[in-house]
C-alpha cells in the first residue's frame, strides 16, 4: 500500500531478549542489496527476500531499525513503519520508496543504510491496493502522489494489472522534477525492458498510460490532479470522455488530503469505495500519509 512517513505512529514491539554475551541481533533480519538516493528528500532500496514471503502486489509490510538504547534499562525496541512493497509479487527481492525526515524517529536513521546493512521485516502483508478489491472494469487509474507511487510499482509490473483492463493510467503529482525521477525511469524500464516486454506483452505495454504532473517546478504539465480532473484537463488531454461506474477503476495513495478529495471526485462520478471483503469501484490506502 504505502510507503509511510515520520507522521505514522510508531509501532513499538520489545525485541526478543538475547543473551547478555552475545551479540543482539535483528529480529525478522533482511539484508539490504541496493540503495538509490534520488534526491535529497527521496531513496529507494532492495532487501532479500524471505523465502516464505508470499504478497499481493500493492500490498504493504513493516519495516524498521532498532531504536536507540533506552538508557534506564538498556534495551532497545524496534522502530517499525508501514512501507508498501514496490516490487512485484513474483520479484525475488523486496523493493521499497521512501521520504527522507531528518529528525524523524525511522527515516532519520534508515536513510543512511547501505548495502550490506540489515533491516527488520515483519513478514505479514496487508492492504487495501490490490486487485481483489475491484470489481470487473475496462480502465483502471492509479492516483499517487510523492511516495505514494510505490505500491503502484509493484502493480504496473504485475502481470495481472494488463490481462484485467483494456488500459491502465498512472497519474504521479509531485512538486518537482526531480521527485518524479523514480517512477519516469520505472515507467521507462517497464516499457523498454526485454524481460518486461516478454511477461506483459506488446498488447500489455500498448495499454499503459503515463500521467505526471508537477506543482510546484515547471514542468510539460503543471497541475494537482484534483484540479486536472474537476476541469476535464485530464479527460481531454487523454481523449476519454470521463469517469464513470460503468467502465472505471481506481486506486489512491498519497497525502491525506489527496485521498480525501479523490474520493469526493470519485463519488460524484458514481464511483464506490471497496474493500477485500467487498469489492467496489476505487481503493484508498489509508495507512499512507506523505
Request: overall charge negative.
Amino acid at each position: 500500500m504505502m510507503d509511510m512517513t515520520e507522521q505514522s505512529p510508531v509501532t513499538e514491539q520489545t525485541a526478543a531478549p538475547v543473551n547478555a554475551t552475545a551479540q543482539p541481533v535483528l529480529p525478522d533480519a533482511q539484508t539490504v542489496t541496493a540503495v538509490t538516493h534520488w534526491t535529497d528528500r527521496l531513496f529507494s532500496f532492495r532487501v532479500t527476500r524471505p523465502a516464505s514471503l508470499r504478497f499481493r502486489s500493492g500490498e504493504f509490510v513493516m519495516i524498521g531499525l532498532m531504536g536507540d538504547v533506552n538508557p534506564k534499562t538498556g534495551k532497545q525496541k524496534p522502530l517499525l513503519r508501514a512501507y508498501s512493497i514496490a516490487s512485484p509479487s513474483w520479484d525475488e527481492e523486496l523493493e521499497f520508496y521512501s521520504i527522507k525526515v531528518q529528525d524523524g524517529p525511522l527515516t532519520s536513521k534508515l536513510q543512511h543504510i547501505q548495502p550490506g546493512d540489515q533491516i527488520i521485516l515483519r513478514p505479514k502483508p496487508v492492504g487495501t491496493l490490490v486487485h481483489d478489491a475491484l470489481l470487473p472494469g475496462k480502465r483502471l487509474w492509479f492516483f499517487a502522489t510523492g511516495t505514494g507511487f510505490a505500491p503502484f510499482a509493484s502493480l504496473l509490473r504485475d502481470p495481472q494489472t494488463y490481462e484485467d483492463y483494456d488500459q491502465v493510467i498512472i497519474t504521479h503529482t509531485c512538486r518537482d522534477v526531480a521527485e518524479l525521477e523514480y517512477g519516469k525511469q520505472l515507467i521507462e524500464t517497464i516499457r523498454t525492458d526485454e524481460m518486461m516486454q516478454e511477461l506483459l506483452g506488446e498488447d500489455g505495454l500498448a495499454k499503459l498510460v503515463y500521467y505526471p504532473t508537477t506543482t510546484r517546478e515547471e514542468s510539460p504539465k503543471m497541475g494537482r490532479i484534483t484540479t486536472l480532473l474537476q476541469d476535464g484537463t485530464v479527460f481531454k488531454d487523454l481523449g476519454i470522455d470521463g469517469i464513470s461506474a460503468e467502465t472505471d477503476r481506481a486506486m489512491v495513495c498519497g497525502s491525506m488530503g489527496l485521498n480525501t478529495d479523490i474520493k469526493e471526485i470519485l463519488e460524484g462520478f458514481g464511483l464506490e469505495e471497496g474493500a477485500n471483503s467487498e469489492p467496489k469501484h476505487y481503493v484508498v490506502e489509508k495507512a499512507f500519509v506523505g
